[in-house]
């Protein structure tokens, strides 16, 4: 069971380039996150979505987009990429039930605009 | 809104003593509480969850949380502390219908022998 897999794991852009972040998830879980974490800040949510073809906003969502035209994949595009993007970014997915909910992370993918 | 504070940036503990992290939150309504341990070059792995019920509850690792309402609270014990958990741990808030968590800025553990 691979859970929730991010790809690259480590990726070095210039300033301007654009790249796309893969996440997929095989648990069929139908909530989809993207997190980004900088030091000393804990993890700031840019994007989410609830379903396919369902994608919303979190707190800090400039300079990124995304799409979920299926339930297993959630990537996320950086356009034009700044200096301030430079940060650790995980995935994660959770399905709520009646008991709640919990989410499952990927391994991350590290980030540097230079 | 909801959000959550870790006062301590970074603890140290010697090997075998005991250890509270400390988790406050703020939010209207009954809260979702979590507490994520993340290694380093890791993802983060939930510890613990607090949804309902006893307000004592056990995780994995030989961890476990008190959620005081009272108190707005949701601090993480554990009885003897281990060189392995040496990480960073972050508290996590959400609620009923509203899935996206709200993370504290974390904390830093070294374990010292």
């Known amino acids: 069971n691979a859970g929730v897999t991010q790809t690259p794991k480590f990726r070095i852009l210039k300033i301007g380039q654009s790249m796309t972040l893969q996440c997929t998830q095989d648990?069929?879980?139908?909530?989809m996150y993207w997190y980004r974490q900088d030091p000393g800040m804990g993890l700031k949510l840019i994007y989410y979505s609830v379903g396919a073809g369902i994608t919303d906003k979190g707190e800090v969502p400039n300079g990124y987009n995304v799409s979920r035209s299926t339930t297993e994949d959630f990537p996320l595009r950086l356009e034009l990429a700044a200096p301030s993007q430079t940060s650790v970014y995980f995935c994660?997915?959770?399905?709520?039930?009646?008991?709640?909910?919990?989410?499952?992370f990927g391994s991350g993918t590290r980030l540097t605009v230079v | 809104a909801q959000s959550v504070t870790q006062p301590d940036i970074h603890i140290t503990v010697s090997e075998g003593a005991s250890l509270e992290l400390r988790c406050n939150y703020s939010?209207?309504?009954?809260?979702?509480l979590f507490w994520y341990v993340q290694s380093p070059g890791q993802g983060l792995q939930l510890l613990l969850k607090y949804f309902s019920g006893d307000t004592l509850v056990q995780g994995i690792k030989g961890f476990e949380a008190e959620f005081k309402r009272s108190q707005s609270s949701f601090n993480l014990r554990k009885p003897s502390v281990h060189w392995s958990d040496a990480a960073e741990y972050f508290c996590a808030v959400g609620a009923r219908g509203n899935e996206k968590l709200t993370f504290g800025t974390g904390t830093r553990l070294t374990i010292i022998p």
């Open positions: 994660a997915s959770s399905s709520p039930t009646g008991q709640g909910y919990g989410y499952t």
């Open positions: 648990m069929n879980h139908n909530y």
């Open positions: 939010y209207g309504a009954t809260p979702y």
